[in-house]
């Protein structure tokens, strides 16, 4: 490891201003911090530092997402093969090593896309890296059908770094969540590769896994279906266990759930948003329920779709949610409610979860305008008391 | 019964090094250094030159806009040299001490005899009244002011902090005497913790005894005097350290000015962790002779871990040394893969790591920041370290981008940078807090003068 570290060492004037890889500085920089803690001690103020730090606290998303992502390899499989009819004859290697196969190739179409972007920016911007895409890289192939070809999910990545992250400032001053604008860009400019009843089962084999399956087979996702006021074929144990078409990691509430409790008990997700996002999301799907406007009971409106996983991974999302307590009950309450909304009072969109976590995004900052006037307005109040 | 307060929000940091509860006494040395920037917010101006003999209390320096407020010497002997930085700037007013130290006289007093402005004329004229602070700013205060309340924070609770019920031991009496000297200029405001049980906080005179039930900073005095009579623009409150209460205590009782203080010596660089007497400009080569466990990759501390100043030999006590604290420097530690190894050795208030498993094991910290600067990332994180009702992380930000207003309506003249140290020690986007908390309080000091 000395050896390592005399290496690095050795190399690193190259990369510094006037050396000859000056233009890869910000590759080297990541290369490094990720390989050794950086050895910087402190100038001023305090002079001992807690161990956290962005990149352990974005590791921690992304092993909380891993569960859903392994799930998702394993569905992708089990949904080809049940389509074709082979269910019986697959292992369960068959079913995971096709799903791999399939899921693979956006992942690393995410990363390299997404973290190219990065690390040029860094470089032209003279920053460090910052380690937001690492959590972003992960969760955008989570959110999309299994069939959204390679090149639009590379237009997409492109475009949410740069338009909704970068041009904002980067991981920190980003007012949308940057893996959902990734999805409405591909929602609104590609709507036919992300909805519909063709995407959402992988329809060719890979390397001699999974099977072609015939040109006209469909299979919509159950709130598509129920969208349509057709009857939904899959048990609830199906619906929690995740063997449903649907994008790739939103469909199994058990994986979501470890990913929770992994978010939860390291507290970088607020318990208080995800709760308040469920809360509303009930409190909705029981009154609509009770007003005869949808036909589902308000567990199966949780357990379908994308509630869990946005209400896991993307609402939580602390730079683009509300950053005061109160504020985190609200909109975390304002998610739930509006996604059951858009997906019961809406015709156009069996699902609404993406779109209430994007408007929840623009009302953040008013909500927490809102709280912290709460307390200027006691402070204001104590000074005219004192005055008179 | 006294007052008591909760507070639920704060953190205790264990360190490995925590002072003994053994003295020893840093005898006589040939050479002390006062150093004026010690003193928060005062423009120094000299009174003395080189060669100029002075008494035990004479001034050696005054605040140029306040040229009343004087400041004692420790030590009577000869003005040895003044040490000057950039722009003439005095960093230090170095003195050679006679071998039988003279003393001012300033006569005794009888402090429950004396009226508000008896106190302050006793306390400017001994050079002593630069001790105390304010708020809004945090800063040394002036003879103009007028507080509406006087706080004392006798309770010490960050990491490896001098235990003031020691110090006390032997200076009740001019700690008594000094608190109703302060309770003749303004009600007085004294802080304990809940586990200080020392006669002389729990029942002393003259001032209101609140009790602070909390993690760190409950000590802070900043924290104390937001419970209590929280500070809207306009008004003024002094704090002042115990130990300075003591040293006005002193003043009173024996008419000469002692500035000779307990320090606590702590960090897991420290060879044995014990308390030290020595008067305010004893050189650190003199008290830490044979002290340390290492000289290179060392962290010398004027002060405790959260709120000190990086120092070094050189230094000598001054204002803020309730402690020296020395802990390793960790620049060559080139740890690897820390983002995702267990890390056990680790302090971290985060669940990631293991140390919330061991809510009593002492740690050796170094001094790295342990990650690189980012954008404010997570939310929640100050105000979790912050028992104030103050949103900590929105007037950071109305500082940084030097918004006065909003610093104004979210309570900036309630703060001072230590109430931050928490903050910034939790803090994953590793910001320097208590330096942006002191840029903001410069910037609205410089704009109301």
Partial sequence: MKALRQYLDKIKPKFEPGGKLHAFQSIFDGLETFLYVPNTTSKVGTH??????????????????????????????????????????ASFFDLFFFGFLAVLPKVVVSYAVGLGIEFAWAQWKHEEIQEGFLVTGILIPLIIPVNCPLWILMLAVAFSVVICKEIFGGTGMNIFNVALCARAFLFFSYPSKMTGDTVWVASNSILGFGYDLPDGFTAATPLGEIGVGANVPYSLSDMITGFIPGSIGETSVIAIGIGAIILLWTGIASWRTMGSVFGGGILMALLFKHLGMTSIDWYEHIVLGGFCFGAVFMATDPVTSARTHTGQWIYGFLIGAMALIIRVMNPGYPEGMMLAILFANMFAPLIDYYVVQANISKRMKRLTKNNK | MANVIKLRKGLNIHLKGTAAQTKRVVGACAEYVVRPDTFEGVVPKLVVHEGDRVDVGDALFVDKNFPEVRFASPVSGTVKAVERGERRKILGIRLQADEVQKYHDFGRRDVSSLSADGVKNALLEAGLFGYIYQLPYAVSTNPQTMPKAIFVSALRDMPLANDFEYELQGNERDFQTGLTALSKMATTYLGIGKNQKADALVNAKDVEVTVYDGPCPAGNVGVQVNHISPVNKGEVVWTVDPTFVIFFGRLFNTGKVNLLRTIAL???????????????????????????????DLRLINGNPLTGTKSCLEDSVGVKTSEITAIPEGADANEMFGWIMPRTNHFSTSRSYFSWLMAKKAYDLDARVKGGERHIIMSGEYDSVLPMDIYGEFLIKAIIVGDIDKMEQLGIYEVSPEDFALAEFVDSSKLELQRIVRQGLNMLRKENA
């Fill in chain 2, 266 to 296: 702590g960090g897991s660089a420290m060879a044995s962790p014990m308390y030290v007497d020595a008067l305010i400009g004893t050189p650190f080569s003199v008290i830490l002779k044979d002290a340390l466990t290492r000289q290179e």
């Fill in chain 1, 48 to 89: 001992i530092h807690d161990s956290i730090d962005s990149k352990r606290i974005m590791s921690m998303v992304v092993i909380a997402a891993l569960p859903a992502l392994l799930f998702g390899m394993y569905n992708v499989g089990y949904q080809n093969y049940a389509a074709a009819g082979h269910l019986a004859d």
